[in-house]
């Protein structure tokens, strides 16, 4: 009896296996493809000169003005009075790229094409409570301007910021290093890394003490 146990437990052991390590189709997989094939490239000097940047936020994003700590929406931002949030967002991005790309003179002409896919900032009730984090992410492909080509594919930028909170904000704030101040300055260092091929040549804001 204690051998026919025994032969069962271990039966049953092998179907637990082979479920856990099974890696069928799933209805994931269609999207994961895409997620690989967007890595960044590795690291090594560009010889880039800004040409022009192209900024997109297609229609289907969603905004919301909503006070509470977490919108569902895939735009928040209070950085700005009340008013276009697609509009403004774009001039942020407008100002990180071409500040970005400042001082660079590569023999290379490119256009930066920009869509975004996602920016959720903190609202005034999470940032003078709890905190949290600035949500960016946004595709980026690198052409060049004199034939069109593109120099890189395009991939998905995970850009997130931490976000101040409570006392922090306010003390931020004082200092004059506003929700855009601190985005921008983060973008900005992001551009300049992409579009030089050096991580670490621009600057990031201060991250908040622990």
Same mark, same amino acid.
């Given at each position: ?5 025994l032969?069962?437990?271990l039966g049953? $052991? ?10 069928g189709?799933? %209805?994931?997989?269609? &999207?994961? +493809?895409?997620?690989? !094939?967007? @890595? !960044? ?9 800004? =040409? +022009?940047?192209?900024?997109? @936020? ?16 895939? *735009? ?5 009075? &009340?008013?276009?949030?697609? &509009?403004? *967002?774009?001039e942020?991005? =407008?100002? +990180? ?13 490119? *256009? ?5 896919? %996602? ?25 060049? !301007?004199?034939?069109? #080509?593109?120099?890189?594919?395009? %991939?998905?930028?995970? !850009?997130?910021l931490?976000?101040? $909170?409570?006392?922090? @904000?306010? &003390? +931020? ?8 101040? %601190?985005?921008? @300055?983060?973008l ?8 030089? $091929? ?8 201060? =991250?908040? #003490?622990?």
């Open positions: 009896m204690k051998k026919i146990k032969a069962v437990l049953l $052991g092998m179907v637990v296996s082979a479920c856990s390590t099974f890696e189709p799933t %209805r994931n997989a269609p &999207m994961l +493809a895409p997620q690989l !094939a967007t @890595a !960044a490239p590795e690291s090594e000097p560009r010889d880039y000169r800004l =040409q +022009a940047v192209r900024f997109a @936020a297609p229609a289907d994003l969603t905004v919301s003005e909503a006070n509470s700590f977490y919108p569902v929406a895939d *735009i928040v931002w209070r950085g700005d009075p &009340m008013g276009d949030r697609k &509009m403004q *967002i774009s942020i991005f =407008q100002t +990180a790229i071409r500040q970005g790309a400042e001082g660079l003179d590569g023999a290379t002409p490119v *256009i930066v094409d920009v869509t975004l896919a %996602r920016f959720h900032s903190l609202t005034e009730r999470t940032r003078y409570s709890v905190g949290g984090v600035h949500s960016i992410k946004f595709d980026l492909t690198i052409r060049d !301007a004199e034939t069109g #080509a593109v120099l890189e594919p395009t %991939r998905r930028v995970n !850009a997130d931490p976000g101040l $909170g409570g006392q922090a @904000a306010i &003390m +931020a704030e004082q200092r004059g290093e506003t929700q855009k101040v %601190r985005i921008l @300055a983060h900005t260092a992001l551009f300049r890394d992409n579009l030089t $091929g050096l991580p670490g040549q621009g600057t990031t804001p201060d =991250q908040p #003490a622990s």
